[in-house]
């Protein structure tokens, strides 16, 4: 298994330590995954347009695209994009509710203040009230099932903070940052400004697990340091007796491994329903 040597973290240089997170750069073909992903988004939104840019709150990214199942009793499986908590937006995203959407669930694809507009602590208040939003006006807009909360890169570290959300049952993190310590030492803290508050607070393997069952997903090929992260996210929860199940995306960089979100029978939404139930 790859594994993030942090006892050298201290050794290494600034090159080196922002590259242990670089994702962009270390997949070569980044650019095109990511042109590729947009197209494929922009076709899905067009095809479903009846409930997008759904504001939750007032300021001008707080917005929901909601993509409602037939039924409104369905789980509803929220989405966070990463970027680092200062890239990127739902619109870019849409596409991978395709999976959900062929088992018949909802799907609620969400957009947050980004960083530095927003801190990190901005962000995860943020995100605590669109599900405040979902959870009562969710109804409105045919989606008032249980909800199963997911996210990618840095929407993978929100949604670990916001599984102890009342509304939701369960969670899916996919190739997240779970120890915000590291981050600190590299450029993406130049718009972040992580303080000591907050590494301590919005760290999840700093903080107790959250007693609900929660698949960790990570691609095979990823960062060590990503690894290193799910996989001590998933022992943190199995010391504690909590449902967790690991799953390591064979052939997958951290750009292709939400390509599994695209199959209803794809290894990651097969865990969400074997152990969200």
């Not at 969400?110 to 995860?124: F, G, K, M, N, W």
Request: hydrophobic content about 45%; proline content about 6%.
């Amino acid at each position: 298994m790859n594994t993030f040597p942090r006892s050298n973290w201290a050794n290494l240089s600034q090159a080196e330590r922002d590259a242990s997170y670089d994702n962009a750069k270390a997949v070569a073909n980044s650019p095109d995954l990511i042109a590729k992903r947009n197209a494929a988004s922009e076709i899905y939104r067009a095809a479903h347009p009846d409930h997008l840019d759904v504001p939750y709150g007032p300021a001008e990214r707080q917005k929901f695209d909601l993509y409602p199942a037939s039924s409104p009793n369905a789980p509803c499986l929220v989405f966070i994009h990463g970027g680092y908590w200062q890239r990127n937006s739902r619109e870019g995203f849409a596409c991978y509710a395709a999976g959900a959407a062929q088992l018949g669930w909802s799907v609620a694809m969400q957009s947050h203040t980004l960083a530095p507009d927003a801190s990190l602590s901005e962000i995860v208040a943020e995100i605590r009230m669109s599900l405040d939003w979902l959870a009562e006006h969710g109804a409105e807009h045919g989606i008032s099932g249980p909800i199963i909360l997911s996210g990618w890169s840095a929407g993978a570290q929100l949604t670990a903070m916001l599984l102890e959300h009342p509304s939701v049952i369960g969670g899916l993190a996919i190739s997240g940052v779970y120890d915000l310590e590291p981050i600190r030492d590299t450029y993406f803290n130049n718009a972040l400004k992580l303080t000591d508050q907050e590494i301590a607070a919005l760290s999840p393997l700093k903080l107790p697990a959250v007693p609900k069952p929660l698949v960790i997903a990570y691609g095979a090929d990823e960062l060590a340091s990503l690894v290193w992260d799910s996989c001590e996210l998933h022992a943190q929860r199995l010391a504690a007796n909590i449902p967790s199940a690991l799953v390591a995306l064979e052939g997958a960089d951290h750009f292709t491994v939400l390509d599994d979100l695209l199959k209803p029978d794809g290894q990651m939404l097969g865990l969400v329903t074997m152990i969200v139930g």
